[in-house]
């Protein structure tokens, strides 16, 4: 009787979760925003929860190779346009958080699944900055590579990542062109200085590549993600744009990219390119890159550094709610 009672219930949720579902795909296939009171099947939470927490994380992780430089910038114009630069990528990683948050996850918890190493960020911030010039290829080539990945985030079924994106997406092309503009200073410099461009670009391109995440054959989550309008391109097809867009700025630096490979297709008209490192890849998202330790060592001690303005931010708080409370009584 117990048995028969449970089955019926569990065939009547079916049901309902099925229609559900349908509703809720017919909503995206609307473009019709999701919002976070809307249902929505556990699996779209989870991926938003895990795609918008990463970004978060990489944000705030990507603050630390620029972060070496502030002290050895060699002007105060652009130690001004880092220090600019660093605080805005702080501030993406906070609206990030807030969005992942209006899932119905508290920020602690995704912090301390960074600290501790659970969570992923993107590989390549675990490369080492090495020279001045890295600093420009990192706006160059890392911040083009994040628009171009990024840009269609601004168009992602769930509305609050969709409008964060929007104000991350403008600040991000302001620290690609400081990058690139950094760049043609120093390619009209010495050669010295135009061999120190063309190391950084030799050791950044191939990660570049990479953190658009492997390749459509073996991405896991893309098919799910384009069926929910999450993403709106695949990997490759990503990849494939920033190479396309990324060869002719490349012409105009006067640096060569390093991939013997790289080839105008008259056919398809996109710049065919050889292929990626993949093991390395798969090394540094385990947590085995050159910088891996150093950042999460980073992290975990500037986050018991600000351990006194966590407190001191709740006691203000509390000080403000009872302030309130008196007066209205
Ligand atoms: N690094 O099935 P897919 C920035 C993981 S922000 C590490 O293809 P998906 C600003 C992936 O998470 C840059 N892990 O996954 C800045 C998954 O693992 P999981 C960050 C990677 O989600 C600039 C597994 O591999 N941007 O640069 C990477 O469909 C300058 C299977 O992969 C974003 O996060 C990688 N490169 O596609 C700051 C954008 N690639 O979770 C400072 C939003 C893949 O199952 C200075 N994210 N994985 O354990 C996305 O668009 C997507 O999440 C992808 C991956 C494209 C990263």
Redesign the pocket.
């Known amino acids: 009787m117990y048995t028969q009672a449970l089955n019926s219930e569990t065939v009547v949720s079916t049901i309902d979760d099925e229609q559900k579902m349908t509703a809720f795909q017919a909503r995206i296939d609307r473009e019709e925003k999701i919002e976070p009171n809307d249902w929505m099947p556990a699996a779209y939470r989870k991926t938003l929860i ?2 918008i927490s ?2 978060a994380h ?2 705030i992780v ?2 630390l ?2 972060g070496n430089w502030v002290t050895r910038a060699p002007s105060l114009k652009r130690k001004a346009a880092l220090l600019a630069k660093i605080q805005d ?1 702080g501030g ?1 990683g906070l609206y990030l958080y807030c969005a992942a948050e209006t899932l119905g996850v508290t920020r602690e918890h995704l912090v301390d699944q960074l600290l501790s190493g659970k969570a ?6 675990n490369y080492p900055t090495l020279n001045w010039a890295d600093v420009g290829v ?2 160059w080539l ?2 083009g ?2 628009i171009m ?2 840009i269609p ?1 601004c168009r992602c079924s769930y509305g609050p990542y969709a409008r964060a994106m929007i104000r991350v997406c403008k600040e ?1 092309s302001f ?1 690609q062109r400081q990058g690139y503009e950094l760049l043609l200073q120093m390619m009209k410099g010495s050669e010295d200085l135009k061999e120190m461009v063309q190391d950084a670009v030799n050791r950044m391109w191939w990660p570049s590549l ?5 390749s459509d054959g073996v ?4 098919s799910n ?1 384009m069926r929910w309008k999450i ?1 709106r391109f695949t ?1 490759d097809d990503l990849r494939q744009k920033f190479v396309d867009a990324t060869v002719p700025q490349a012409k105009i630096l006067g640096v060569t990219l390093p991939d013997p490979d790289l080839v105008f297709d008259e056919v398809s008209g996109n710049w065919k390119y050889g292929e990626p490192d993949w093991a390395e ?1 798969k090394r ?2 385990a947590g085995h890159g050159v910088c891996n330790k150093q950042r999460l060592k980073d992290r975990i001690s500037a986050h018991e550094n600000g351990a006194w303005v966590r407190e001191a931010a709740l006691v203000y708080a509390e000080k403000q709610k009872s302030r309130m409370a008196q007066s209205a009584a």
């Open positions: 895990r795609q990463q970004h990489s944000e990507g603050m190779p620029e990528e993406h992923k960020y993107s590989s390549i911030f990192v706006g890392v911040d590579a994040a990945n990024q985030l991000e620290h990479m953190m658009f995440g492997p991405s896991e989550h893309s993600s993403k990997n890849f540094v998202i």
